[in-house]
């Protein structure tokens, strides 16, 4: 069985600052890693995804994750945090194949002006 | 592409009623999800199908609860009856499930208010 844990479920952070998200996963078998964002009243839009290779994966606008398997993390983070980066993001899991998704509970970002 | 298309966008209806929400997965796509999105539970996998057929059930609440896909391109899950327990935000999405491709797309969401 496979679960995401990501702490936090609101993170405040100030224009222009470092975003951080966290992300920490729990899977019997070696796994593939997803960031999802969520804007009001809308779906899911995938951020970036770690499948295989390199460990440190760059996604859309601007945001980054680094698959550390020592510490069962995928955190997300943006060096500068912008206005329009206020959404809900999810973290999720898959074992990969046909296989679904399973999500974390989600962290609603706040950017301050 | 059109990417994954929900019908409809919004749906309310009186408890009791029966409901069915549709999807039309990317073409080329042969797996097929759908998850619940409630405040409570965060987002929930019902069902899943490959290839048409479906491969886990375990995330359907209740016998009330049922999905089907005819084919490659049409998806339906219902609900009979309704009960207001249900409403929430209801998304389909689609991959193709080639190894070493995970490339979920969710369409937009049905938002069902059972009142």
């Known amino acids: 069985a496979q679960s995401v844990t990501q702490l936090g479920s609101h993170v405040s952070v100030s224009e222009g600052a470092l975003v951080l998200l966290r992300c920490n996963y729990s899977?019997?078998?070696?796994?593939?890693l997803f960031w999802y964002v969520q804007y009001p009243n809308q779906g899911l839009q995938l951020l970036l995804k770690?499948?295989?290779?390199?460990?440190l994966v760059k996604g859309i606008n601007g945001f980054e994750a680094e698959f550390k398997k020592s510490e069962t993390s995928f955190h997300l983070t943006k060096p500068s945090a912008h206005m329009s980066d206020a959404a809900e993001y999810f973290c999720?899991?898959?074992?990969?194949?046909?296989?679904?998704?399973?999500f974390g509970k989600g962290t609603h970002l706040i950017i301050q002006p | 592409d059109a990417g994954v298309i929900q019908s409809p966008r919004h749906e309310v209806t009186e408890m009791g009623q029966e409901v069915t929400l549709r999807c039309k997965p990317i073409?080329?796509?042969?797996?097929l999800f759908w998850y619940r999105q409630t405040m409570m539970r965060g987002l929930e996998l019902l069902i899943y199908?490959?290839?048409?057929?479906?491969?886990?059930d375990s995330g359907m609440p209740e016998d009330r609860f049922s999905a089907k896909m005819p084919n490659a391109s049409f998806s339906t899950l219902k609900i009979q009856p309704s009960e207001p327990r249900d409403s929430a935000v209801y998304f389909c999405?689609?991959?193709?499930?080639?190894?070493?491709?995970?490339?979920?797309?969710f369409g937009s969401g049905t938002r069902l208010t059972v009142v």
């Open positions: 999405a689609s991959s193709f499930s080639l190894q070493g491709d995970y490339g979920y797309t």
């Open positions: 899977s019997s078998v070696p796994p593939y």
């Open positions: 770690y499948t295989t290779g390199a460990t």
């Open positions: 999720a899991v898959t074992r990969g194949g046909a296989d679904g998704l399973t």
């Open positions: 073409s080329g796509h042969n797996s």
């Open positions: 199908f490959n290839n048409n057929v479906p491969i886990d």
